[in-house]
């Protein structure tokens, strides 16, 4: 199955309707999903939303000696180089390189997952948690040592997908894996459908497919979150997913 447009198209019995990324939204009240855990200081940010204006945290990774949280890489404010700091001023961190594969069309932008990693600052790094995702009403889950992200090939039709975007707890169903085509838009190799409802506000989520680290949330798809995998995305950028609390460096020693 491909994905050609961002028009009405029936695939594979399923339609696809104007893809678009998920853009940060209005945090809505809803009891039934309330987290069931308090929360660290400083926060654990992999699957909740950073306190700006932009998205929701997908995983901490380590560049050599710095600790990075990815975010959506459609983010208005993702700018390598550049710094970015919360409503109050505090430093919150400096944007690194969007993922980019260099065999692309002429004149597309393709990239192998929707991430961009942001190297936190000092007080922002939640030291011995970082193998954490806040799933809020879904409990912190734990990566466990040595754990792989996964990659498109580990990702199946019918597997189970949780994911956190905005806070709102959900989990579904993967139903379509393919190559994402719209002509105007960010090309990539694989974009992996869900059956969760998505809305506005879920870009740069986590994704937990069968319990481990699968990817960011990245598109809406016909209502259907849709999601990058983290694998290609975290190899691309040369980042190595945290497994251990302090993501095997010492917290002196860090940048």
């Known amino acids: 199955m491909r994905l050609l447009n961002a028009f009405t198209a029936v695939v594979g019995g399923i339609v696809l309707v104007a893809a678009s990324s998920v853009g940060v939204g209005v945090l809505r009240e809803r009891a039934e999903t309330e987290r069931i855990t308090p929360r660290y200081d400083p926060p654990v940010w992999a699957g909740q939303l950073v306190p700006a204006p932009c998205a929701n945290g997908g995983f901490y990774a380590r560049d050599q000696q710095t600790i990075v949280l990815t975010i959506a890489a459609h983010c208005y404010l993702a700018k390598p180089g550049t710094v970015w700091r919360d409503t109050d001023g505090r430093l919150i961190g400096t944007w690194?390189?969007?993922?980019?594969?260099?065999?692309?069309?002429?004149?597309?932008f393709c990239a192998p997952s929707d991430i961009v990693p942001l190297a936190l600052?000092?007080?922002?790094?939640?030291?011995?948690?970082?193998?954490?995702v806040d799933m809020g009403a879904g409990g912190y889950r734990t990566i466990?040592?040595?754990?792989?992200?996964?990659?498109?090939?580990?990702?199946?039709?019918?597997?189970?997908?949780?994911?956190d975007g905005r806070e709102h707890y959900r989990s579904g169903t993967v139903i379509e894996i393919a190559p994402y085509e719209f002509t105007?838009?960010?090309?990539?190799?694989?974009?992996?459908?869900?059956?969760?409802?998505?809305?506005?506000?879920?870009?740069?989520g986590s994704v937990l497919v069968n319990g481990l680290p699968a990817g960011s949330t990245s598109r809406d798809i016909g209502g259907n979150l849709a999601f990058t995998p983290l694998a290609e995305g975290l190899a691309n950028l040369g980042l190595v997913l945290c497994t251990t609390p302090d993501c095997d460096l010492s917290p002196n020693t860090a940048n």
């Open 96 to 108: 690194g390189r969007l993922a980019e594969l260099k065999d692309c069309p002429a004149g597309r």
């Open 121 to 132: 600052a000092p007080d922002r790094i939640p030291w011995g948690h970082l193998n954490l």
């Open 144 to 163: 466990a040592e040595g754990t792989r992200p996964l990659a498109c090939p580990d990702i199946h039709v019918g597997d189970r997908a949780e994911v």
């Open 184 to 204: 105007t838009d960010t090309m990539f190799p694989c974009m992996v459908v869900t059956d969760i409802v998505v809305e506005y506000g879920d870009s740069g």
